[in-house]
């Protein structure tokens, strides 16, 4: 039996017992129409999917790296069948499994916990999966014919489909074999769902959706392969209108967001965007004079000016740099790590303002060669030293893909074997050093001869090869290196300007449309694959130009949509249909408070006024508690994740009465200073005071409310009233302050 | 400048022994006697036809009196004051119209000798000084066009400069700070009239900029770490330059490695340049053998293919220079022989050349100095290919370090030539190799005190297998200075040259004439021998990274004041004769004007042949030693030697402390001076007691004269009293470890009698 094409199992019209009933059935019925009941059972093809299917093969059971649990070791999720059938058979003298007596085999014993068992009952005795088992060795446990079929492709049935709100999908999951057969898999296949929130799946691969509305995944995985059941869960609502498309980037937003019935926000008005793209490309708020400016201008194409006028400005450069170099692991480990590490950001810096091209930046750094001051990309070479960080590092980075799995086994999610991994390593293992004068800092040189690294497994000496595709051979005297970047920037590649719009559009919209944004995988389908598709087109069509991604994100009517969600779109985490809002970054809001209240933060070696966006490297995390509490990456990792992006209670506790948040409020130069001693209405001072923190005009009430506290008197440690001067500046010192601890100031809205 | 060393003698005591016998020292020592060193003049050049003067600051300069430079045309007077005398550390520095523009040394005469040099550079664009305070927008200096600023960065701060420009302009921006001596790493920045940076260029100081439109544009100069202060000094220029004029830089000093460079008698412009595309098999550019070729590493990867015939039991030599010509680069070269065509050919590895190695073992940049802290080795290429078969051979030619980079401005000579043997000579002052951490790089100027015996390493590079031996040489001595040379052996490429003073030595000062001499086939031949110093005295190199570079002249000089805390000696200059299977022992005579730390120090022995010879331990208590040498051992043919013996000791050094006693004189006078008045005081109050009043007032007048004058001779007197304190503690002895070097032994070893 099949199952029908459209299997969509609505709670509401089947109860769920009825449909496990239906699912068993199928089951059962496909694999008997395909095997013989008494058919020579394979080690590889039914013993090792069960084990798998079991949790036997896990990193933390038996396929713990090292010698797995209490002696029995299996490959991870069963990727090496030859391996664990010599654990399983031959090891420790066979005593796992018992031919004249199968039931009495340890193995079967402990997984069906007649024997105790760390891992708990795995196979409970009336399972298929125990009786696979159990007729494996009764038939004298044969690893399997020579010429027994092997596995040649994976799917999964169906590979995407609608499925409403609180519904459900019976997968189904499918083996195609060298023989031409096909098996039923779904009982030994594993299912695991990329967002449980919006859709879970269960072991048997019945998916149940929730009432969130958007795109889930389902990665279902058999012996090594990976199928994915993509989900569009739609919310149905009716989408009267979407804002005019001002680019294909709204094309596809709006078209997505009707196709799951999920109505946009309204647009935002002009002081939330021009705050927002500020925040945005500039790592800073608008200036008061910018805003009021923007607010009384009515031209029409005011926002795309705006656009081009950050793009245009060093603080561009200095924001990017920041997202950049901490990726990039400026990282000051030596105190002698200075030079090169301001080299490497201000090259950075630098490379950003004058537009290279990404494909060119990136050629830089790998291909990078001679000395850390002639050539500043060079102290990545200092920071990542050994082959197989370099490739794990440019793979995560520039390609957005994981290979450090694949350094001791198959990748478990990917198609990506060890070969693939040294293979990708061997691009790096030309790398010539020479010692220089410079304390911890080589000379990078590529060093004549042919690239090879060995397979530490096989052993084998594998030359470059590019992931999923063949590089022609490199001459002893050509750079791999540059080979590497040759591919990389190739208008072909699956990858790199994939990599790099997924991860822009993550700056821009909170979420990337492959989340986490370097975990792209034929298995973490993109929420909007046709939007991504385009993105990367037209990155590529631009001569990777990153400004005019830019420019494309915030320039489309989806960047400018209204944080405010509305009560259909109020669930939506993914589908762009509001601005999701995000707090500043710890560099931006110690800017910004900075700006707003009139000071400055002193940062050792820079020039008074240097922000804190246009920091080289991490060593100033150490001496600034705000830019830890509030997550400035230390330069660790290439993970955009190691940038603390959530709200915790220090971050609240510094902003309420931090040393140094006080003493900027009350800075003797500061704002709240001067707008005490200026003689002018309050009312003009607040405008000013919102314009500065909200980059907008208070309403009437706040501006009442304001004028009303400022007008106050407070009583000092005596009972009696302070001075008017002391009560002015405190209570502007009060109102700042609060004003600062708001959401709407702590966040990009 | 005092190092002062501050690690433990647990962590020394585990290291090796260094070369100049290493020495442990004590806690709050200092490495090094003090030496003069010029380390700034601003500003630090001048326009060609004028006059300039400069101020100028550096260390260990008591007594300075007299500028010098390496060129004669140079002068310099000291500035007076109105009333005539000369203002400290102010000269009017003339330069002659026809001075050729480019860099000159200048150094200042001290009571310790000749200071070490700073550059000095004569240009040709009209040159205004730094407006104080151009750290902001607001406050930016206005350059007129074609004008060269002399400046000092500003510390955490960008310096800022504006200028008018129309669009459609050439404008080149120039900063000379590295190639002058500056600390300075340069940041150029060109901004529009608000502020925001428009171009920014922070590895090679210069900008050549097509201006976008008509307005003012704003410079912006900063260290690349923010650093700033005096030694972060830059020369800027501003010109206008038409659109296919070729732009010429400020000149810069040499490295070190280009000491090698240019072969003697290589024509000023090679014979043939390179003809693109020569990229690949299908592109290569024939040449005929031998040849002279330019060419550049113009494009990102650029590979340059030559395709030349050859000859059985050919062996050519392969030269380049790139590096060494000033640029970032490393030439490497692949000759391969080139058997059948088209799709058949292949390629078999002839010869695959790349760096020139250092001479000597430079030291790492680990715990402390495991070698001398100069390279003298060079990215650049020389090398031979042996011709085993007639044929067809492809040489082609990479920069390792421009996979990249494209920049027409890396330029490379390559000289393929039949071997013409010959070397290069270059030297430096030797530095301490202490056990404890010790990375400091000085310059060190040949500023000899009396009774000193300065050393030198010398080194050479080789070419084309002349592997003879090398005398070092050096003439036009000033008056009381010796020096001997201790060879380069043959197939060796490390000598020494020792310079001693007399004690009796007058303050002396001659630019001298340092050489290398050797007979290559049969032919005398000399070539000059450069000197090398470190631009800046340097306390550690983990936190600032020496600049080592060539200079243009060798000032030996004589302090006349200062002498040397030991002088060792053979007791008799006489060439002593020894046979080639005798002992002999040479009685040493030790001159100790110094309380040392410790009863003895060990001294090894310098000189080729003599390396192996035992070690020589000196009472530094007692004014005698010997030291034995056992030539059967030592197995040395007969000929005449020289050999020295060098190590360290700590001296309880006194510092200028003839200061002391000029400053105990001037307190005296102050003090005569105050008493004189007093009497005079005394003696007017016992006449004004008995003054008529007609005589009061006058009298009256002569008292408030005298008050006036005893408060200025008691203020002179305090000044003095202050002057003879600081005098006092400035001479009072301290712990100093430097090298000490004996006078060379002269022997001539005769063969051994025949049994």
Known sequence: MTLPKDNVLNRFRFGPGLLMVLALWGFLSHTQAVRAADAPLSFTNDVEPVLTKAGCSIGACHAKAGSGQNGFQLSLLGLEPRDDYEHMVKADRGRRLSIANPDQSLILKKASGQLPHGGGVRLKRDSAGYAVIRKWIEQGMPFGAANEPTLVSFEVQPGRNTVPPMGQQQLKALAHYSDGTVRDVTSTALFESNDKAMADVDTEGLVKVSDIAGKAAVMVRYQGRVAVFSAAIPLGAVVDSVPPSKNFVDDFVFANLKELGIPPSPLCDDATFLRRVSLDIGGRLPTEEETKAFLASNDPNKRDQAIEELLRSPDYADFFAAKWTALLKNRRDDASDLVSNFAFHAWVRDSLLSNKPYDQFVREILAATGTVIGNPPVAWYKRVKEPKNQIEDVAQLFLGVRMQCAQCHHHPFERWSQDDYYSLAAFFTQVGRKPSPVRGEDLIFHKRGVATATNIKTGAALRPAALGDVIPEIAPDQDPRLKLVDWMSSPKNPFFAKALVNRYWKHFFQRGLIEPEDDIRDSNPATNPELLAALEKHFLESGFDLKEMVRVITRSNAYQLSAIPTPSNVKDRQNYSRYYTRRLQAEVLLDAIDRVTGSSTDFTNLPAGTRAVALPDNSYNRSSPFLRVFGRPEGESVCECERVQSSSLGQSLHLINAADIKAKLADANGRAERLAKEERPAEDKVRDLYLATFSRQPSSDELKTAVEYLAQVPTGADGMPVDSQRASRENFQDLLWAMINSKEFLFNH | ?755
């Open chain 2, 1 to 755: 400048m005092r190092v002062t060393v501050m690690r433990g003698l647990l962590i020394a005591a585990a290291l090796g022994a260094g070369l100049l016998g290493s020495q442990r020292v004590s806690l709050a020592q200092s490495v090094g006697l003090p030496a003069p060193r010029l380390l700034t003049t601003m500003p630090m050049g001048g326009t060609a036809g004028t006059q300039v003067e400069i101020t100028i600051t550096g260390e260990h300069l008591d007594g300075a009196n007299e500028l010098t430079f390496s060129d004669a045309r140079l002068t310099a007077t000291r500035k007076l004051d109105p009333a005539g005398a000369p203002v400290p550390n102010q000269y009017l520095v003339t330069i002659p119209a026809d001075c050729p523009p480019g860099l000159y040394e200048a150094h200042v005469r001290t009571r310790l000798g000749m200071s070490a040099s700073r550059i000095f550079s004569v240009g040709t664009l009209p040159e205004v000084m730094q407006k104080a305070g151009n750290t902001s927008l607001a406050n930016a200096m206005p350059l007129a066009m074609n004008t060269l600023c002399n400046s000092v960065a500003t510390a955490r701060s960008s310096d800022f400069y504006t200028f008018e420009a129309r669009q459609g302009q050439r404008v080149f921006v120039d900063c000379a700070s590295r190639g002058i001596d500056s600390k300075m790493e340069a940041v150029l920045v060109i901004a529009d009239a608000a502020g925001r940076d428009l171009v920014v260029e922070r590895s090679s100081g210069v900008i050549d900029y097509r201006v976008p439109a008509d307005g003012n544009y704003v410079i912006k100069v900063h260290e690349l770490t923010y650093q700033g202060g005096a030694a972060f000094y830059y020369r800027l220029s501003l010109r206008e330059l038409t659109a296919d004029a070729v732009a010429v830089r400020h000149p810069s000093t040499r490295r070190v490695s280009a000491f090698s460079w240019p072969p003697v008698g290589l024509p000023e412009q090679a014979a043939l340049g390179e003809v693109e595309p020569n990229n690949d098999k299908d592109h290569v550019q024939k040449i005929t053998l031998p040849c002279d070729i330019s060419g550049a590493f113009a494009q990102a990867a650029d590979v340059d293919v030559f395709e030349f015939d050859a000859k059985m039991g050919e062996i050519w030599w392969v030269e380049v220079a790139s590096e060494r010509l000033g640029r970032p680069t490393d030439p490497s070269i692949i000759v391969q022989q080139v058997t059948g065509t088209g799709a058949d050919e292949k390629l078999t590895d002839v010869a695959e050349l790349t760096d020139i190695p250092s001479p000597v073992k430079v030291s790492s940049n680990g715990y402390a100095y495991d070698g001398p802290p100069y390279d003298a080795g060079s990215p650049d290429v020389i090398g031979k290919v042996e011709i085993k078969q007639d044929g067809r051979y492809r040489l082609q030619i990479t920069d390792l370090f421009g996979g990249t980079r494209s920049d027409p401005r890396n330029v490379y000579r390559m000289v393929i030539r039949k071997a013409v043997p010959d070397f290069a000579v270059v030297a430096w002052a030797q530095h301490m190799e202490l056990r404890n951490g010790d990375r400091n790089a000085v310059s060190k100027p040949i500023a000899l005190r009396g009774g000193a015996t300065m050393a030198l390493d010398v080194v050479t590079v080789r070419r084309d297998g002349f592997d003879g031996p090398i005398e070092i040489t050096m003439e036009g001595l000033p008056e009381g200075v010796t020096a001997h040379g201790l060879k380069i052996d043959a197939g060796k490429t490390r000598g020494q040259m020792l310079i001693s003073a007399r004690q009796d030595a007058p303050g002396s000062f001659a630019n001298v004439t340092f050489t290398g001499r050797a007979v290559i086939d049969g032919t005398p031949v000399t070539r000059q021998c450069w000197l090398a110093s470190h631009a800046w005295p340097i306390p550690d190199s983990w936190g600032e990274i020496p600049a080592p570079r060539l200079l243009a002249d060798v000032p030996v000089s004589v302090s006349g004041v200062d002498l040397a805390p030991i002088t060792i000696a053979p007791a008799s200059p006489e060439i002593r004769e020894v046979t080639a299977a005798e002992k002999i022992t040479i009685p040493l005579v030790q001159t100790l004007r110094s309380e040392f730390q410790g009863a003895s120090t060990d001294l090894r022995p310098i000189g080729c042949g003599f390396e192996s010879a035992p070690k020589l331990t000196v009472s530094l208590t007692s004014d005698k030693s010997e030291a034995v040498f056992d030539l059967a051992a030592l197995k040395l043919p007969p000929g005449d030697y020289l050999v020295a013996f060098q190590g360290s000791a700590v001296a309880k050094y006194r510092h200028h402390p003839e200061a002391v006693a000029a400053a105990e004189v001037a307190k005296r006078q102050a003090e005569q001076m105050v008493m004189a008045l007093d009497a005079e005081s005394k003696k007017l109050a016992e006449v004004a007691a008995t003054a008529t009043p007609e005589a009061q007032a006058e009298t009256e007048k002569s008292k408030t004269e005298i008050a006036e004058k005893q408060k200025a001779a008691a203020a002179a007197l305090a000044a003095a009293d202050e002057k003879l304190k600081q005098a006092t503690a400035i001479a009072q002895p301290q712990d100093i470890v430097d090298i000490v070097t004996t006078e060379p032994i002269a022997l001539r070893v005769k063969p051994a009698e025949s049994k």
